[in-house]
């Protein structure tokens, strides 16, 4: 009877455990930081610059512009990769945001509230300019 009990407690935990491994989508849409980077690179429609140590990656179509941001390695929350995709809709800009982060929560935070700075200074200026 002690084993049969035994096994009982086992499989209330196992639907637990099992439901923990169960992945995470992606923010950005891949798994890895590495991953998005190196599709990147290796996909001819996208344009790519360094700038101050970040590389950024440019991709335009279907009405739509996506901007890629990864940290330099000296940064602080390296490595990330922010990924903002900017649309124009009733003369407004909107810039859509997400972001991959492996470095601790601070540095994470700091950088996200930059990127939301910048973003509002983007669609500040995009308003001024119409």
């Not at 610059?49 to 390695?73: R, V």
């Not at 922010?82 to 649309?87: A, K, P, T």
Request: proline residues 5%.
């Amino acid at each position: 009877m002690h084993r049969f009990s035994l096994f009982l407690l086992a499989l209330l935990y196992l639907p637990v455990s099992a439901a923990q491994q169960v992945a995470q989508p992606s923010p950005i849409g891949y798994a890895t930081i590495e991953e998005a980077y190196n599709a990147l690179k290796s996909d001819s429609a996208v344009g790519m610059q360094e700038y101050d140590g970040w590389t950024i990656f440019n991709q335009k179509g279907e009405g739509k512009y996506i901007l890629w941001s990864f940290t330099p390695d000296d940064h602080p929350a390296h490595p990330s990769a922010i990924r903002r995709e900017i649309v124009k809709k009733d003369d407004e800009i909107l810039i859509k945001m997400d972001a991959m982060c492996n470095s601790n929560r601070l540095d994470c935070d700091l950088l996200i509230d930059q990127f939301k700075q910048i973003n509002e200074r983007i669609s500040q200026n995009w308003t001024k300019g119409t």
